[in-house]
C-alpha cells in the first residue's frame, strides 16, 4: 500500500470542531492523503477544506450508519477518525461492522470511552486508584450545596464534553441556580471542586495502542486570559485572585514539561486507552489534579501537529502500517489562535451531496 492510496474519512467538520483540527492534521502530515469530510450541515467550513465532502444525517439517526458507509464504499475509505462525541461513540459502538469491510475506526475501545463519560464515576474510579483529583458530588437538588467544603465550585454536566454547560459558582445562590440550570435542561449535573491556579493549567494528549504501548505524549500549558480561550473570568472577595474557566479553545505554550507528560500516560494507561486521550489538568501543591478526561483526540491536535506531534497521523500510520515512530522532538515554543473567515458561494453549498 502505498502513501497516495490512503483515505481518511474524517466526521463533524464544522467550524472551530475538533474534526476541522483533525483534518489540519491530516493536511500537515508528511504523507499523502485523501480526505473526505462530511457533516451533518452543509454550511460547516470544514468541508471547504477538501473537494471530497458529504451532508449527512446527524449520528442519532438510523440513517446515520448507512450514509457513513456508502461514502466510504464511494470513496474507497480506509480509516474514519470521528470528529464529534456522538460519532465517536457510534463509531466506537460499530468497529467491528467496519473492521469487517477492512475498514480502520480511530477510537478507543466503546469501554474506555464509558468509563471517561461518566465524570461521577470517573472521580471515583480515580480515588479508588489512588490518584488524586477533584472532589465531585452529584447536584440531586438544592439542599446538595450544603455539602459544598469551599468556594468557589464548578458546576458542569455529568456526561459529555468540552466547555459547553460549564459554570463557575461562588456562593451557595449561583450553585442553586447553576444546578437547577442544567437539571430544567435535562442534563445531570455534578459539583466539582475547583482546584489551583490558572495560570498552571495544562493539557495533556496521550497515544496508546495494543494493550498499553505508549506511541506519544504532549502537553501544552494554557493561555486562559485571551478573550478566544476564555469562557468565564471572576474574581474573588476583595478581588484577590482571579478564577477562570476556559473556553475549550486551547492555545499555550509547548515544551518538555516531564512531570505534568508522565502523570498523564499513567492516568490513560489505568483507563485501559487504546487510542488518543486527552486530559486537562492543573499543576498544584497536591500534585497533578485531572479534572477533565476527554477519550478522543483533542481541540488542540492542529496546535500539536504544528509543532511536530501529529497523532492522527501516527495513529493512522501505526494502524495500517505497524509503524512506530520515536517519540517525536517536538519544537518548544508558543501557538496563538485566531478566527479566520472564508467566503462560500451559495452555489458551492447546493453543490454538496448529501447522503
Given at each position: 500500500m502505498n502513501d497516495s492510496d490512503v483515505c481518511v474519512l474524517v466526521t463533524g467538520v464544522g467550524g472551530g470542531s475538533l474534526g476541522r483540527e483533525i483534518i489540519k492534521a491530516f493536511?500537515?502530515?508528511?504523507h499523502n492523503y485523501k480526505i473526505v469530510a462530511t457533516d451533518a450541515s452543509a454550511k460547516s467550513v470544514g468541508l471547504f477544506e477538501t473537494?471530497?465532502?458529504?451532508?449527512v444525517p446527524e449520528a442519532s439517526s438510523e440513517?446515520?450508519?448507512h450514509s457513513i458507509q456508502d461514502i466510504c464504499s464511494q470513496e474507497k475509505v480506509q480509516v474514519i477518525v470521528p470528529g464529534s462525541e456522538p460519532e465517536t461513540e457510534i463509531m466506537a459502538k460499530n468497529k467491528k461492522l467496519f473492521s469487517e469491510k477492512n475498514i480502520t475506526v480511530l477510537t478507543n475501545p466503546w469501554e474506555t470511552i464509558q468509563k471517561c463519560n461518566d465524570k461521577l464515576n470517573l472521580?471515583?474510579?480515580?480515588?479508588?486508584?489512588?490518584?488524586?483529583?477533584?472532589?465531585?458530588i452529584l447536584f440531586e437538588n438544592e439542599a446538595t450545596v450544603k455539602q459544598i467544603e469551599r468556594y468557589p465550585v464548578v458546576i458542569k454536566p455529568r456526561s459529555g464534553a468540552g466547555s459547553r454547560n460549564v459554570f463557575l459558582a461562588h456562593d451557595e445562590n449561583e450553585a442553586k441556580f447553576f444546578g437547577n440550570y442544567l437539571l430544567k435542561h435535562g442534563s445531570e449535573a455534578i459539583i466539582q471542586e475547583y482546584v489551583g491556579d490558572y495560570e498552571a493549567e495544562y493539557t495533556i494528549g496521550i497515544l496508546y495502542a495494543d494493550n498499553g504501548k505508549l506511541v506519544t505524549s504532549i502537553a501544552m500549558k494554557?493561555?486562559?486570559?485571551?478573550g478566544l480561550s476564555t469562557r468565564q473570568i471572576t474574581k474573588g472577595q476583595n478581588n484577590e485572585k482571579k478564577y477562570v474557566i476556559s473556553s475549550g479553545i486551547s492555545q499555550g505554550e509547548f515544551n518538555e514539561?516531564?512531570?505534568v507528560r508522565r502523570a498523564g500516560e499513567d492516568i490513560a494507561k489505568i483507563l485501559d486507552a487504546d487510542g488518543p486521550i486527552n486530559i486537562q489538568c492543573r499543576k498544584t501543591k497536591d500534585g497533578i489534579l485531572p479534572f477533565e478526561i476527554n477519550p478522543r483526540f483533542s481541540g488542540t491536535t492542529g496546535s500539536r501537529s504544528l509543532v511536530g506531534c501529529n497523532e492522527p497521523d501516527i495513529l493512522c500510520r501505526y494502524r495500517l502500517f505497524g509503524e512506530i515512530p520515536p517519540q517525536p522532538h517536538y519544537?518548544?515554543?508558543?501557538?496563538?489562535?485566531?478566527?479566520?473567515?472564508?467566503?462560500?458561494t451559495q452555489d458551492d453549498i447546493r453543490k454538496i451531496p448529501k447522503i
Open positions: 493536511k500537515m502530515a508528511p473537494s471530497h465532502r458529504y451532508v440513517k446515520y450508519l472521580a471515583n474510579f480515580f480515588s479508588s486508584k489512588g490518584i488524586a483529583c477533584p472532589k465531585s494554557r493561555l486562559l486570559e485571551g514539561f516531564n512531570e519544537k518548544v515554543g508558543f501557538v496563538l489562535r485566531d478566527l479566520q473567515e472564508r467566503f462560500i
